[in-house]
């Protein structure tokens, strides 16, 4: 491992090929000392049935085999080998397929198509179903993917087929879960060490759990359907080191735009993006699921965390399978190593029309806006609609823009209404929400994070500009293809909507 580096940058990019990079930036000014966090033990959960350690040659010399990232161990574990190097093609083991309402039915027609029609799956257990993109609509095709989802479950027996029947009211609908990612978590479905694959790109998310997880499309979807396994290759990793107190106006939003901003949307391209650090040990679970969830807008393959007790805690509240959590080697090869000082950064979006079209939300303040919208997979967890109440809370102001709320899942949604607001003497984010002008939480599901039909809540039918906690601000992604998106952490969306322009969170949270 490299020696600690002294920088005027708020981080520095190591890579063993081309030597150190000073990469400058505006909000970074003094110097600061950033050491490297290395490998330390973790404490052992209950449940966990044993960790993967460093492996050494039986051979007379004692030298150390060539260490192993934690996703080349995953992989050689799930594909039975003893030592895997990036770039090794490998038939992989699968612990869990995802699927949802806009992919399900081709990756089942794929299936089928190739295994026969009276085929079944590979294992009815290690499959879930999760409608959740095109759901509150009267689109006639979109509801008929999810009727083709239910119809294939029943046929398959799939145990976690989380179902929506009544449109009219979710809460009608006990099985029905919302954005399939944020479900996945909350269910149990996430867990160290093992193989998730998903028909959605942000599958990455639960690496946030020190798992692979990434997305397939259709066709290697109907393979594992019928088979449980993938052949996949062996990606390099990047290492993040993150180190530093967070401020209290930044959140892991913030982190990852900053990040896809210095590195661009191709710069991790088929990588896996490693974060680690003290910053990233201080962060919950679900800011460590916003930072994976966005690895995939800089191009890589996955993203993962080392597990700790903050994950092992999330995780045994949920489910009861055992898990084999792994850790980096300390000989471990990395591609490069970038190295942030948190303490330092200051809050950032990302312009029209790229996730790495990054800039200071200060700069961007003569930006006037039409609305905000705060949800989806990247933004719409339990502790997002926190922030942003916390945020409106201490503004004790009315909103100037119509600002939507979608609540990721049933359960967020019934902790908007449920849950207290820190520091807010007791009142709740719904709440607070309408005391601030916004609109009504609406039904749990992706919302108009990827458009959808022209009847999908908060959709951009015209062009307008929006400052979205989602994660992807492409000419048409959120509807109206003359759109102009920013993406923004919640709090620095809720700053926005008070103004009516781009605004930085600190001109009321100090």
Request: aromatic letters at 8%; a neutral charge.
């Amino acid at each position: 491992m490299a020696s600690s580096v002294i920088s005027s940058s708020p981080f520095v990019c190591k890579s063993p090929a081309k030597g150190q990079k000073d990469l400058g930036f505006s909000s970074f000014r003094k110097p600061s000392q950033i050491s490297i966090h290395g490998c330390q033990r973790k404490s052992i959960s209950r449940k966990i049935v044993s960790v993967m350690a460093p492996q050494r040659s039986s051979s007379t010399s004692g030298s150390v085999k060539t260490g192993m990232t934690m996703t080349e161990k995953i992989l050689a574990k799930a594909a039975e080998k003893s030592q895997v190097v990036p770039g090794d093609n490998i038939w992989v083991n699968v612990d869990v397929l995802m699927t949802h309402d806009v992919c399900g039915p081709g990756a089942f027609g794929i299936f089928k198509r190739e295994f026969g029609d009276n085929a079944k799956v590979w294992d009815s257990e290690k499959i879930v179903v999760i409608p959740d993109h095109y759901i509150f609509t009267t689109d006639k095709r979109a509801n008929r993917n999810v009727d083709i989802m239910r119809e294939h479950c029943r046929e398959q027996n799939i145990k976690y087929f989380y179902d929506i029947t009544d449109l009219g009211d979710f809460r009608a609908n006990p099985d029905y879960k919302g954005v399939c990612h944020v479900a996945l978590a909350q269910e149990g479905h996430c867990r160290p060490g093992e193989v998730l694959l998903g028909t959605d790109s942000h599958t990455c998310t639960a690496g946030a759990f020190g798992q692979f997880a990434t997305g397939i499309g259709n066709t290697d979807a109907g393979f594992v359907l019928g088979t449980g396994k993938i052949l996949l290759k062996v990606p390099p990793t990047m290492r993040f080191i993150l180190d530093g107190e967070m401020p209290s106006y930044l959140q892991a939003k913030d982190l990852i735009l900053q990040i896809i901003g210095e590195i661009s949307v191709a710069g991790a391209t088929y990588k896996t993006m490693e974060f680690s650090g003290t910053t990233i040990e201080s962060l919950t679970m679900e800011e460590r699921m916003t930072l994976c969830n966005m690895v995939v807008e800089a191009g890589g393959k996955n993203g993962v965390i080392p597990p700790d007790a903050t994950t092992f805690n999330y995780v045994e509240n949920r489910t009861s399978v055992p898990f084999q959590p792994v850790y980096s080697d300390a000989n471990a090869s990395f591609v490069a190593d970038y190295r942030f000082d948190v303490s330092k950064l200051e809050p950032v979006v990302a312009k029209p029309h790229s996730p790495d079209n990054r800039a200071l939300a200060r700069e961007c303040k003569d930006v006037k806006i039409d609305r905000v919208y705060i949800g989806s997979c990247t933004g719409g967890k339990t502790e997002d609609f926190m922030a942003a109440a916390k945020l409106f809370h201490a503004a004790g102001k009315q909103v100037k823009v119509p600002t939507f709320l979608v609540p990721a899942t049933q359960k967020v949604w019934m902790d908007v209404y449920a849950l207290p607001v820190p520091g807010a003497g007791g009142k709740t984010c719904a709440q607070i929400f309408e005391e601030a002008g916004c609109d009504t939480p609406t039904s749990p599901s992706c919302g108009a994070c990827l458009g959808g039909p022209a009847d999908t809540y908060a959709r951009l039918n015209e062009p307008q500009v929006c400052v979205s906690t989602t994660n992807r601000n492409f000419p048409g992604r959120m509807g109206h293809k003359e759109g102009q998106i920013y993406l923004a952490s919640p709090y620095t969306a809720a700053a926005s909507a008070l103004t009516g322009h781009v605004t930085d969170p600190r001109e009321f949270l100090q």
